[in-house]
């Protein structure tokens, strides 16, 4: 049986598409159960539906506060029954009731503990640092502060923008986040 993947993303969903494409493979251990979203119609949502993977969207704007929204969204998730929650560009923090139901992994564009947040890519230009990267890491309560599974460093080159430090980190990121879960998939199902 494969694994049971629910994915949260907030945005393009170019990293839920490379889970969506590895998912495809028989071979790969894990499926695609759900993707969801506070980010109602985003493009990641768009990808999902066309893979005929089923959404749900929950917006934190519809709830009375966050406790209260974080709550749907653990509904929404465990009614698809995870054995593996991923963030893919899912934009915000979740409450520790989230954190502590499901086991949930993240992946984050620098290398951690620099640069946490919503900005990493830009900090760490503004930085002046001659390297960055990613790094996949479970989450914790904190923001980005969750045990390290997996990292790899990526050159910032000079007239490096944002954009082309973007491009180049996602591209060694997609393969990274992509292999890490097919590993923990392993585990978790033994
Ligand atoms: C990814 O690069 C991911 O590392 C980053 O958002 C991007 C999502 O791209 N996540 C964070 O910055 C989380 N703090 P996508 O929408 O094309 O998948």
């Known amino acids: 049986m494969p694994a049971r993947l629910v994915v949260l993303a907030s945005g393009s969903g170019s990293t839920l598409q490379a889970i969506l494409d590895a998912a495809a493979d028989p071979g790969f251990g894990a499926e695609v159960v759900a993707a969801g979203t506070d980010v109602k119609d985003c493009a990641a949502m768009v990808r999902a539906e066309a893979?005929?993977?089923?959404?749900?969207?929950?917006?934190?704007?519809?709830?009375a506060d966050r406790q209260v929204w974080n709550d749907a969204l653990a509904e929404q998730v465990a009614a698809h029954r995870p054995d593996l929650v991923v963030l893919a560009g899912f934009m915000r923090l979740l409450a520790p009731?989230?954190?502590?139901?499901?086991?949930?992994?993240n992946t984050h564009p620098a290398l951690l503990p620099a640069f946490p947040g919503a900005h990493a890519i830009r900090d760490a230009l503004a930085a002046g640092l001659d390297t960055t990267g990613?790094?996949?890491?479970w989450v914790d309560e904190g923001v980005d502060t969750g045990p390290v599974i997996t990292q790899t460093a990526?050159?910032?080159e000079p007239g490096d923008d944002e954009?082309?430090?973007r491009t180049r980190i996602q591209a060694v990121e997609k393969p990274l986040y992509v292999n890490a879960i097919r590993q923990l998939c392993q585990e978790i199902l033994g």
């Open 134 to 137: 990613v790094t996949v890491h």
């Open 97 to 105: 009731s989230v954190v502590r139901r499901f086991r949930i992994v």
């Open 154 to 156: 990526v050159a910032i």
């Open 51 to 63: 893979a005929g993977v089923p959404t749900f969207s929950v917006q934190l704007r519809d709830f």
């Open 163 to 165: 954009d082309r430090l």
